[in-house]
C-alpha cells in the first residue's frame, strides 16, 4: 500500500473516530428520511471528505469560510459543477439532520451558494438502430438475466438502483412493472410484449436465493440480490462488445446511465409528450424531462430545407 494511501485511510479512521457521534445522527436521518442507500453512502463520503479538511476542529466550530475553502479546494482540483454540489448538499443535509437531533442550533452550509451548472447538457444515448445492436451483443452464461436487466435501462428507462430494487412481487403478469424510484417514489411502467416475455423467462430461470427471505428479481450466482456494481459491469462490458464489433463508436463515452438517457431520447422521438415522459421516467421535475427534447442534426438540416430562400438573379 502507498504512503498516500495509508495516509488517506488513516484519516479516514480519524475523521470516523473524532466525528463518530454526529455521523452516526447522520446516518439515522438519512434513513428515517427515506434516502435510498446508494445516496446514503454517496452523502456520508461526501461528509466525511468535507471534515477530513477541518479536522480535529469541532462541529459546532466549523464556519462558512470551511466550507468556502473546501468547495474552492475542489474547484482547483477540477471538480466538476454537479459533485460540488452534490457534496454541498451533503453538507447542507448533515447540518440540518444535526439541528433536528437537537445537536446544533445553525447550518453555516445553508448560505453557500451553488455553482452554476450547464443547464440543458445534451445527454449521450444511443439512437433506436444503435440500442437495437447493442442489445444483440448480450451474452455470458445468464443470458437471459443480463438481457431482461440491458433492455429494462434501455426499452423502460430503469435506473441501476431501480434495476438493484427489483423484487419478483413487482412484475405484474398483465404487463406491469412497480417500480421503486429516488425519494422512494413507486411508479408504474406498461411493458412491452417483447420485454415482458423476457422477463418471464428470467423469473423461469431465476437462482434459488441463498436466504428465504431474499425476493430480488436479479439473483448472482452466490444466490444474493445482484449488486448496483455488477448492473453496471453488464452493461458496461456489453458496450465493450459492441465498440470492438463496431469500431466507429469506439470514441463515444458509454455507460448504463446512457441507456436510460436513450430511452427518454427515443420516446421523445417517437411522439411522447413531456408529461409523460416525466412519469415513465419518474422525475420529480419536468425541468429534467426536457433535456430530451434535443434533436438530431439530421432533423435540423430537414427544418432548414423546408425554407426555400429565392435565388438573387443579377440584373
Same mark, same amino acid.
Given at each position: 500500500?502507498? #504512503? +498516500?494511501?495509508?495516509? $488517506?485511510? *488513516?484519516?479516514?479512521?480519524?475523521?470516523?473516530?473524532?466525528? *463518530?457521534?454526529?455521523?452516526?445522527l447522520f446516518m439515522i436521518s438519512?434513513?428515517?428520511?427515506?434516502?435510498?442507500?446508494?445516496?446514503?453512502?454517496?452523502?456520508?463520503?461526501?461528509?466525511?471528505?468535507?471534515?477530513?479538511?477541518?479536522?480535529?476542529?469541532?462541529? !459546532? %466550530?466549523?464556519?462558512?469560510?470551511?466550507?468556502?475553502?473546501?468547495?474552492?479546494?475542489?474547484?482547483?482540483?477540477?471538480?466538476?459543477?454537479?459533485?460540488?454540489?452534490?457534496?454541498?448538499?451533503?453538507?447542507?443535509?448533515?447540518?440540518?439532520?444535526?439541528? &433536528? %437531533?437537537?445537536?446544533?442550533?445553525?447550518?453555516?452550509?445553508? *448560505?453557500?451558494?451553488k455553482s452554476k451548472e450547464e443547464?440543458?447538457?445534451?445527454?449521450?444515448?444511443?439512437?433506436?438502430?444503435?440500442?437495437?445492436?447493442?442489445?444483440?451483443?448480450?451474452? $455470458?452464461?445468464?443470458?437471459?438475466?443480463?438481457?431482461?436487466?440491458?433492455?429494462?435501462?434501455?426499452?423502460? $428507462?430503469?435506473?441501476?438502483?431501480?434495476?438493484?430494487?427489483?423484487?419478483?412481487?413487482?412484475?405484474?403478469?398483465?404487463?406491469?412493472?412497480?417500480?421503486? $424510484?429516488?425519494?422512494?417514489?413507486?411508479?408504474?411502467?406498461?411493458?412491452? !410484449?417483447?420485454?415482458?416475455?423476457?422477463?418471464?423467462?428470467?423469473?423461469?430461470?431465476?437462482?434459488?436465493? #441463498?436466504?428465504?427471505? !431474499? #425476493?430480488?428479481?436479479?439473483?448472482?450466482?452466490?444466490?444474493?440480490?445482484?449488486?448496483?456494481? %455488477?448492473?453496471? +459491469?453488464?452493461?458496461?462490458?456489453?458496450? &465493450?462488445?459492441?465498440?470492438?464489433?463496431?469500431?466507429?463508436?469506439?470514441?463515444?463515452?458509454?455507460?448504463?446511465?446512457?441507456?436510460?438517457?436513450?430511452?427518454?431520447?427515443?420516446?421523445?422521438?417517437?411522439?411522447?409528450?413531456?408529461?409523460?415522459?416525466? *412519469?415513465?421516467?419518474?422525475?420529480?421535475?419536468? !425541468?429534467?424531462?426536457?433535456?430530451?427534447?434535443?434533436?438530431?442534426?439530421?432533423?435540423?438540416i430537414e427544418a432548414m430545407g423546408?425554407?426555400?430562400?429565392?435565388?438573387?438573379?443579377?440584373?
Open positions: 500500500m502507498s #504512503k +498516500h494511501t495509508m495516509q $488517506g485511510t *488513516e484519516m479516514k479512521h480519524l475523521v470516523q473516530d473524532t466525528y *463518530e457521534k454526529e455521523l452516526d438519512m434513513k428515517t428520511s427515506g434516502m435510498t442507500a446508494s445516496t446514503q453512502q454517496a452523502y456520508r463520503d461526501d461528509v466525511q471528505s468535507f471534515l477530513a479538511t477541518v479536522h480535529p476542529k469541532k462541529v !459546532e %466550530m466549523i464556519a462558512r469560510p470551511d466550507i468556502l475553502k473546501h468547495i474552492a479546494e475542489m474547484m482547483q482540483r477540477g471538480v466538476g459543477d454537479r459533485a460540488r454540489n452534490r457534496s454541498l448538499a451533503a453538507i447542507r443535509a448533515f447540518y440540518r439532520a444535526l439541528i &433536528d %437531533m437537537q445537536l446544533l442550533d445553525r447550518n453555516p452550509a445553508s *448560505e453557500v451558494k443547464k440543458n447538457r445534451i445527454p449521450v444515448y444511443l439512437e433506436e438502430s444503435e440500442l437495437e445492436q447493442y442489445i444483440h451483443e448480450t451474452d $455470458g452464461k445468464y443470458y437471459h438475466r443480463n438481457l431482461a436487466i440491458l433492455m429494462l435501462m434501455g426499452y423502460a $428507462g430503469l435506473r441501476v438502483g431501480e434495476v438493484h430494487r427489483l423484487n419478483v412481487e413487482d412484475i405484474h403478469m398483465n404487463g406491469h412493472l412497480n417500480v421503486l $424510484g429516488k425519494g422512494r417514489k413507486w411508479r408504474v411502467i406498461p411493458l412491452q !410484449e417483447e420485454l415482458l416475455e423476457v422477463v418471464k423467462q428470467v423469473m423461469e430461470q431465476r437462482i434459488s436465493p #441463498k436466504s428465504n427471505k !431474499e #425476493k430480488a428479481l436479479f439473483v448472482s450466482q452466490f444466490g444474493r440480490r445482484l449488486s448496483r456494481r %455488477m448492473i453496471q +459491469h453488464i452493461a458496461n462490458r456489453t458496450f &465493450d462488445k459492441m465498440k470492438r464489433n463496431a469500431p466507429d463508436m469506439a470514441i463515444r463515452k458509454f455507460s448504463s446511465h446512457k441507456l436510460r438517457h436513450s430511452f427518454g431520447t427515443n420516446q421523445i422521438r417517437n411522439g411522447t409528450d413531456l408529461r409523460t415522459l416525466q *412519469e415513465l421516467l419518474g422525475h420529480k421535475s419536468i !425541468e429534467t424531462t426536457q433535456i430530451y427534447t434535443h434533436v438530431s442534426n439530421k432533423q435540423l423546408r425554407v426555400k430562400i429565392p435565388i438573387q438573379r443579377q440584373v
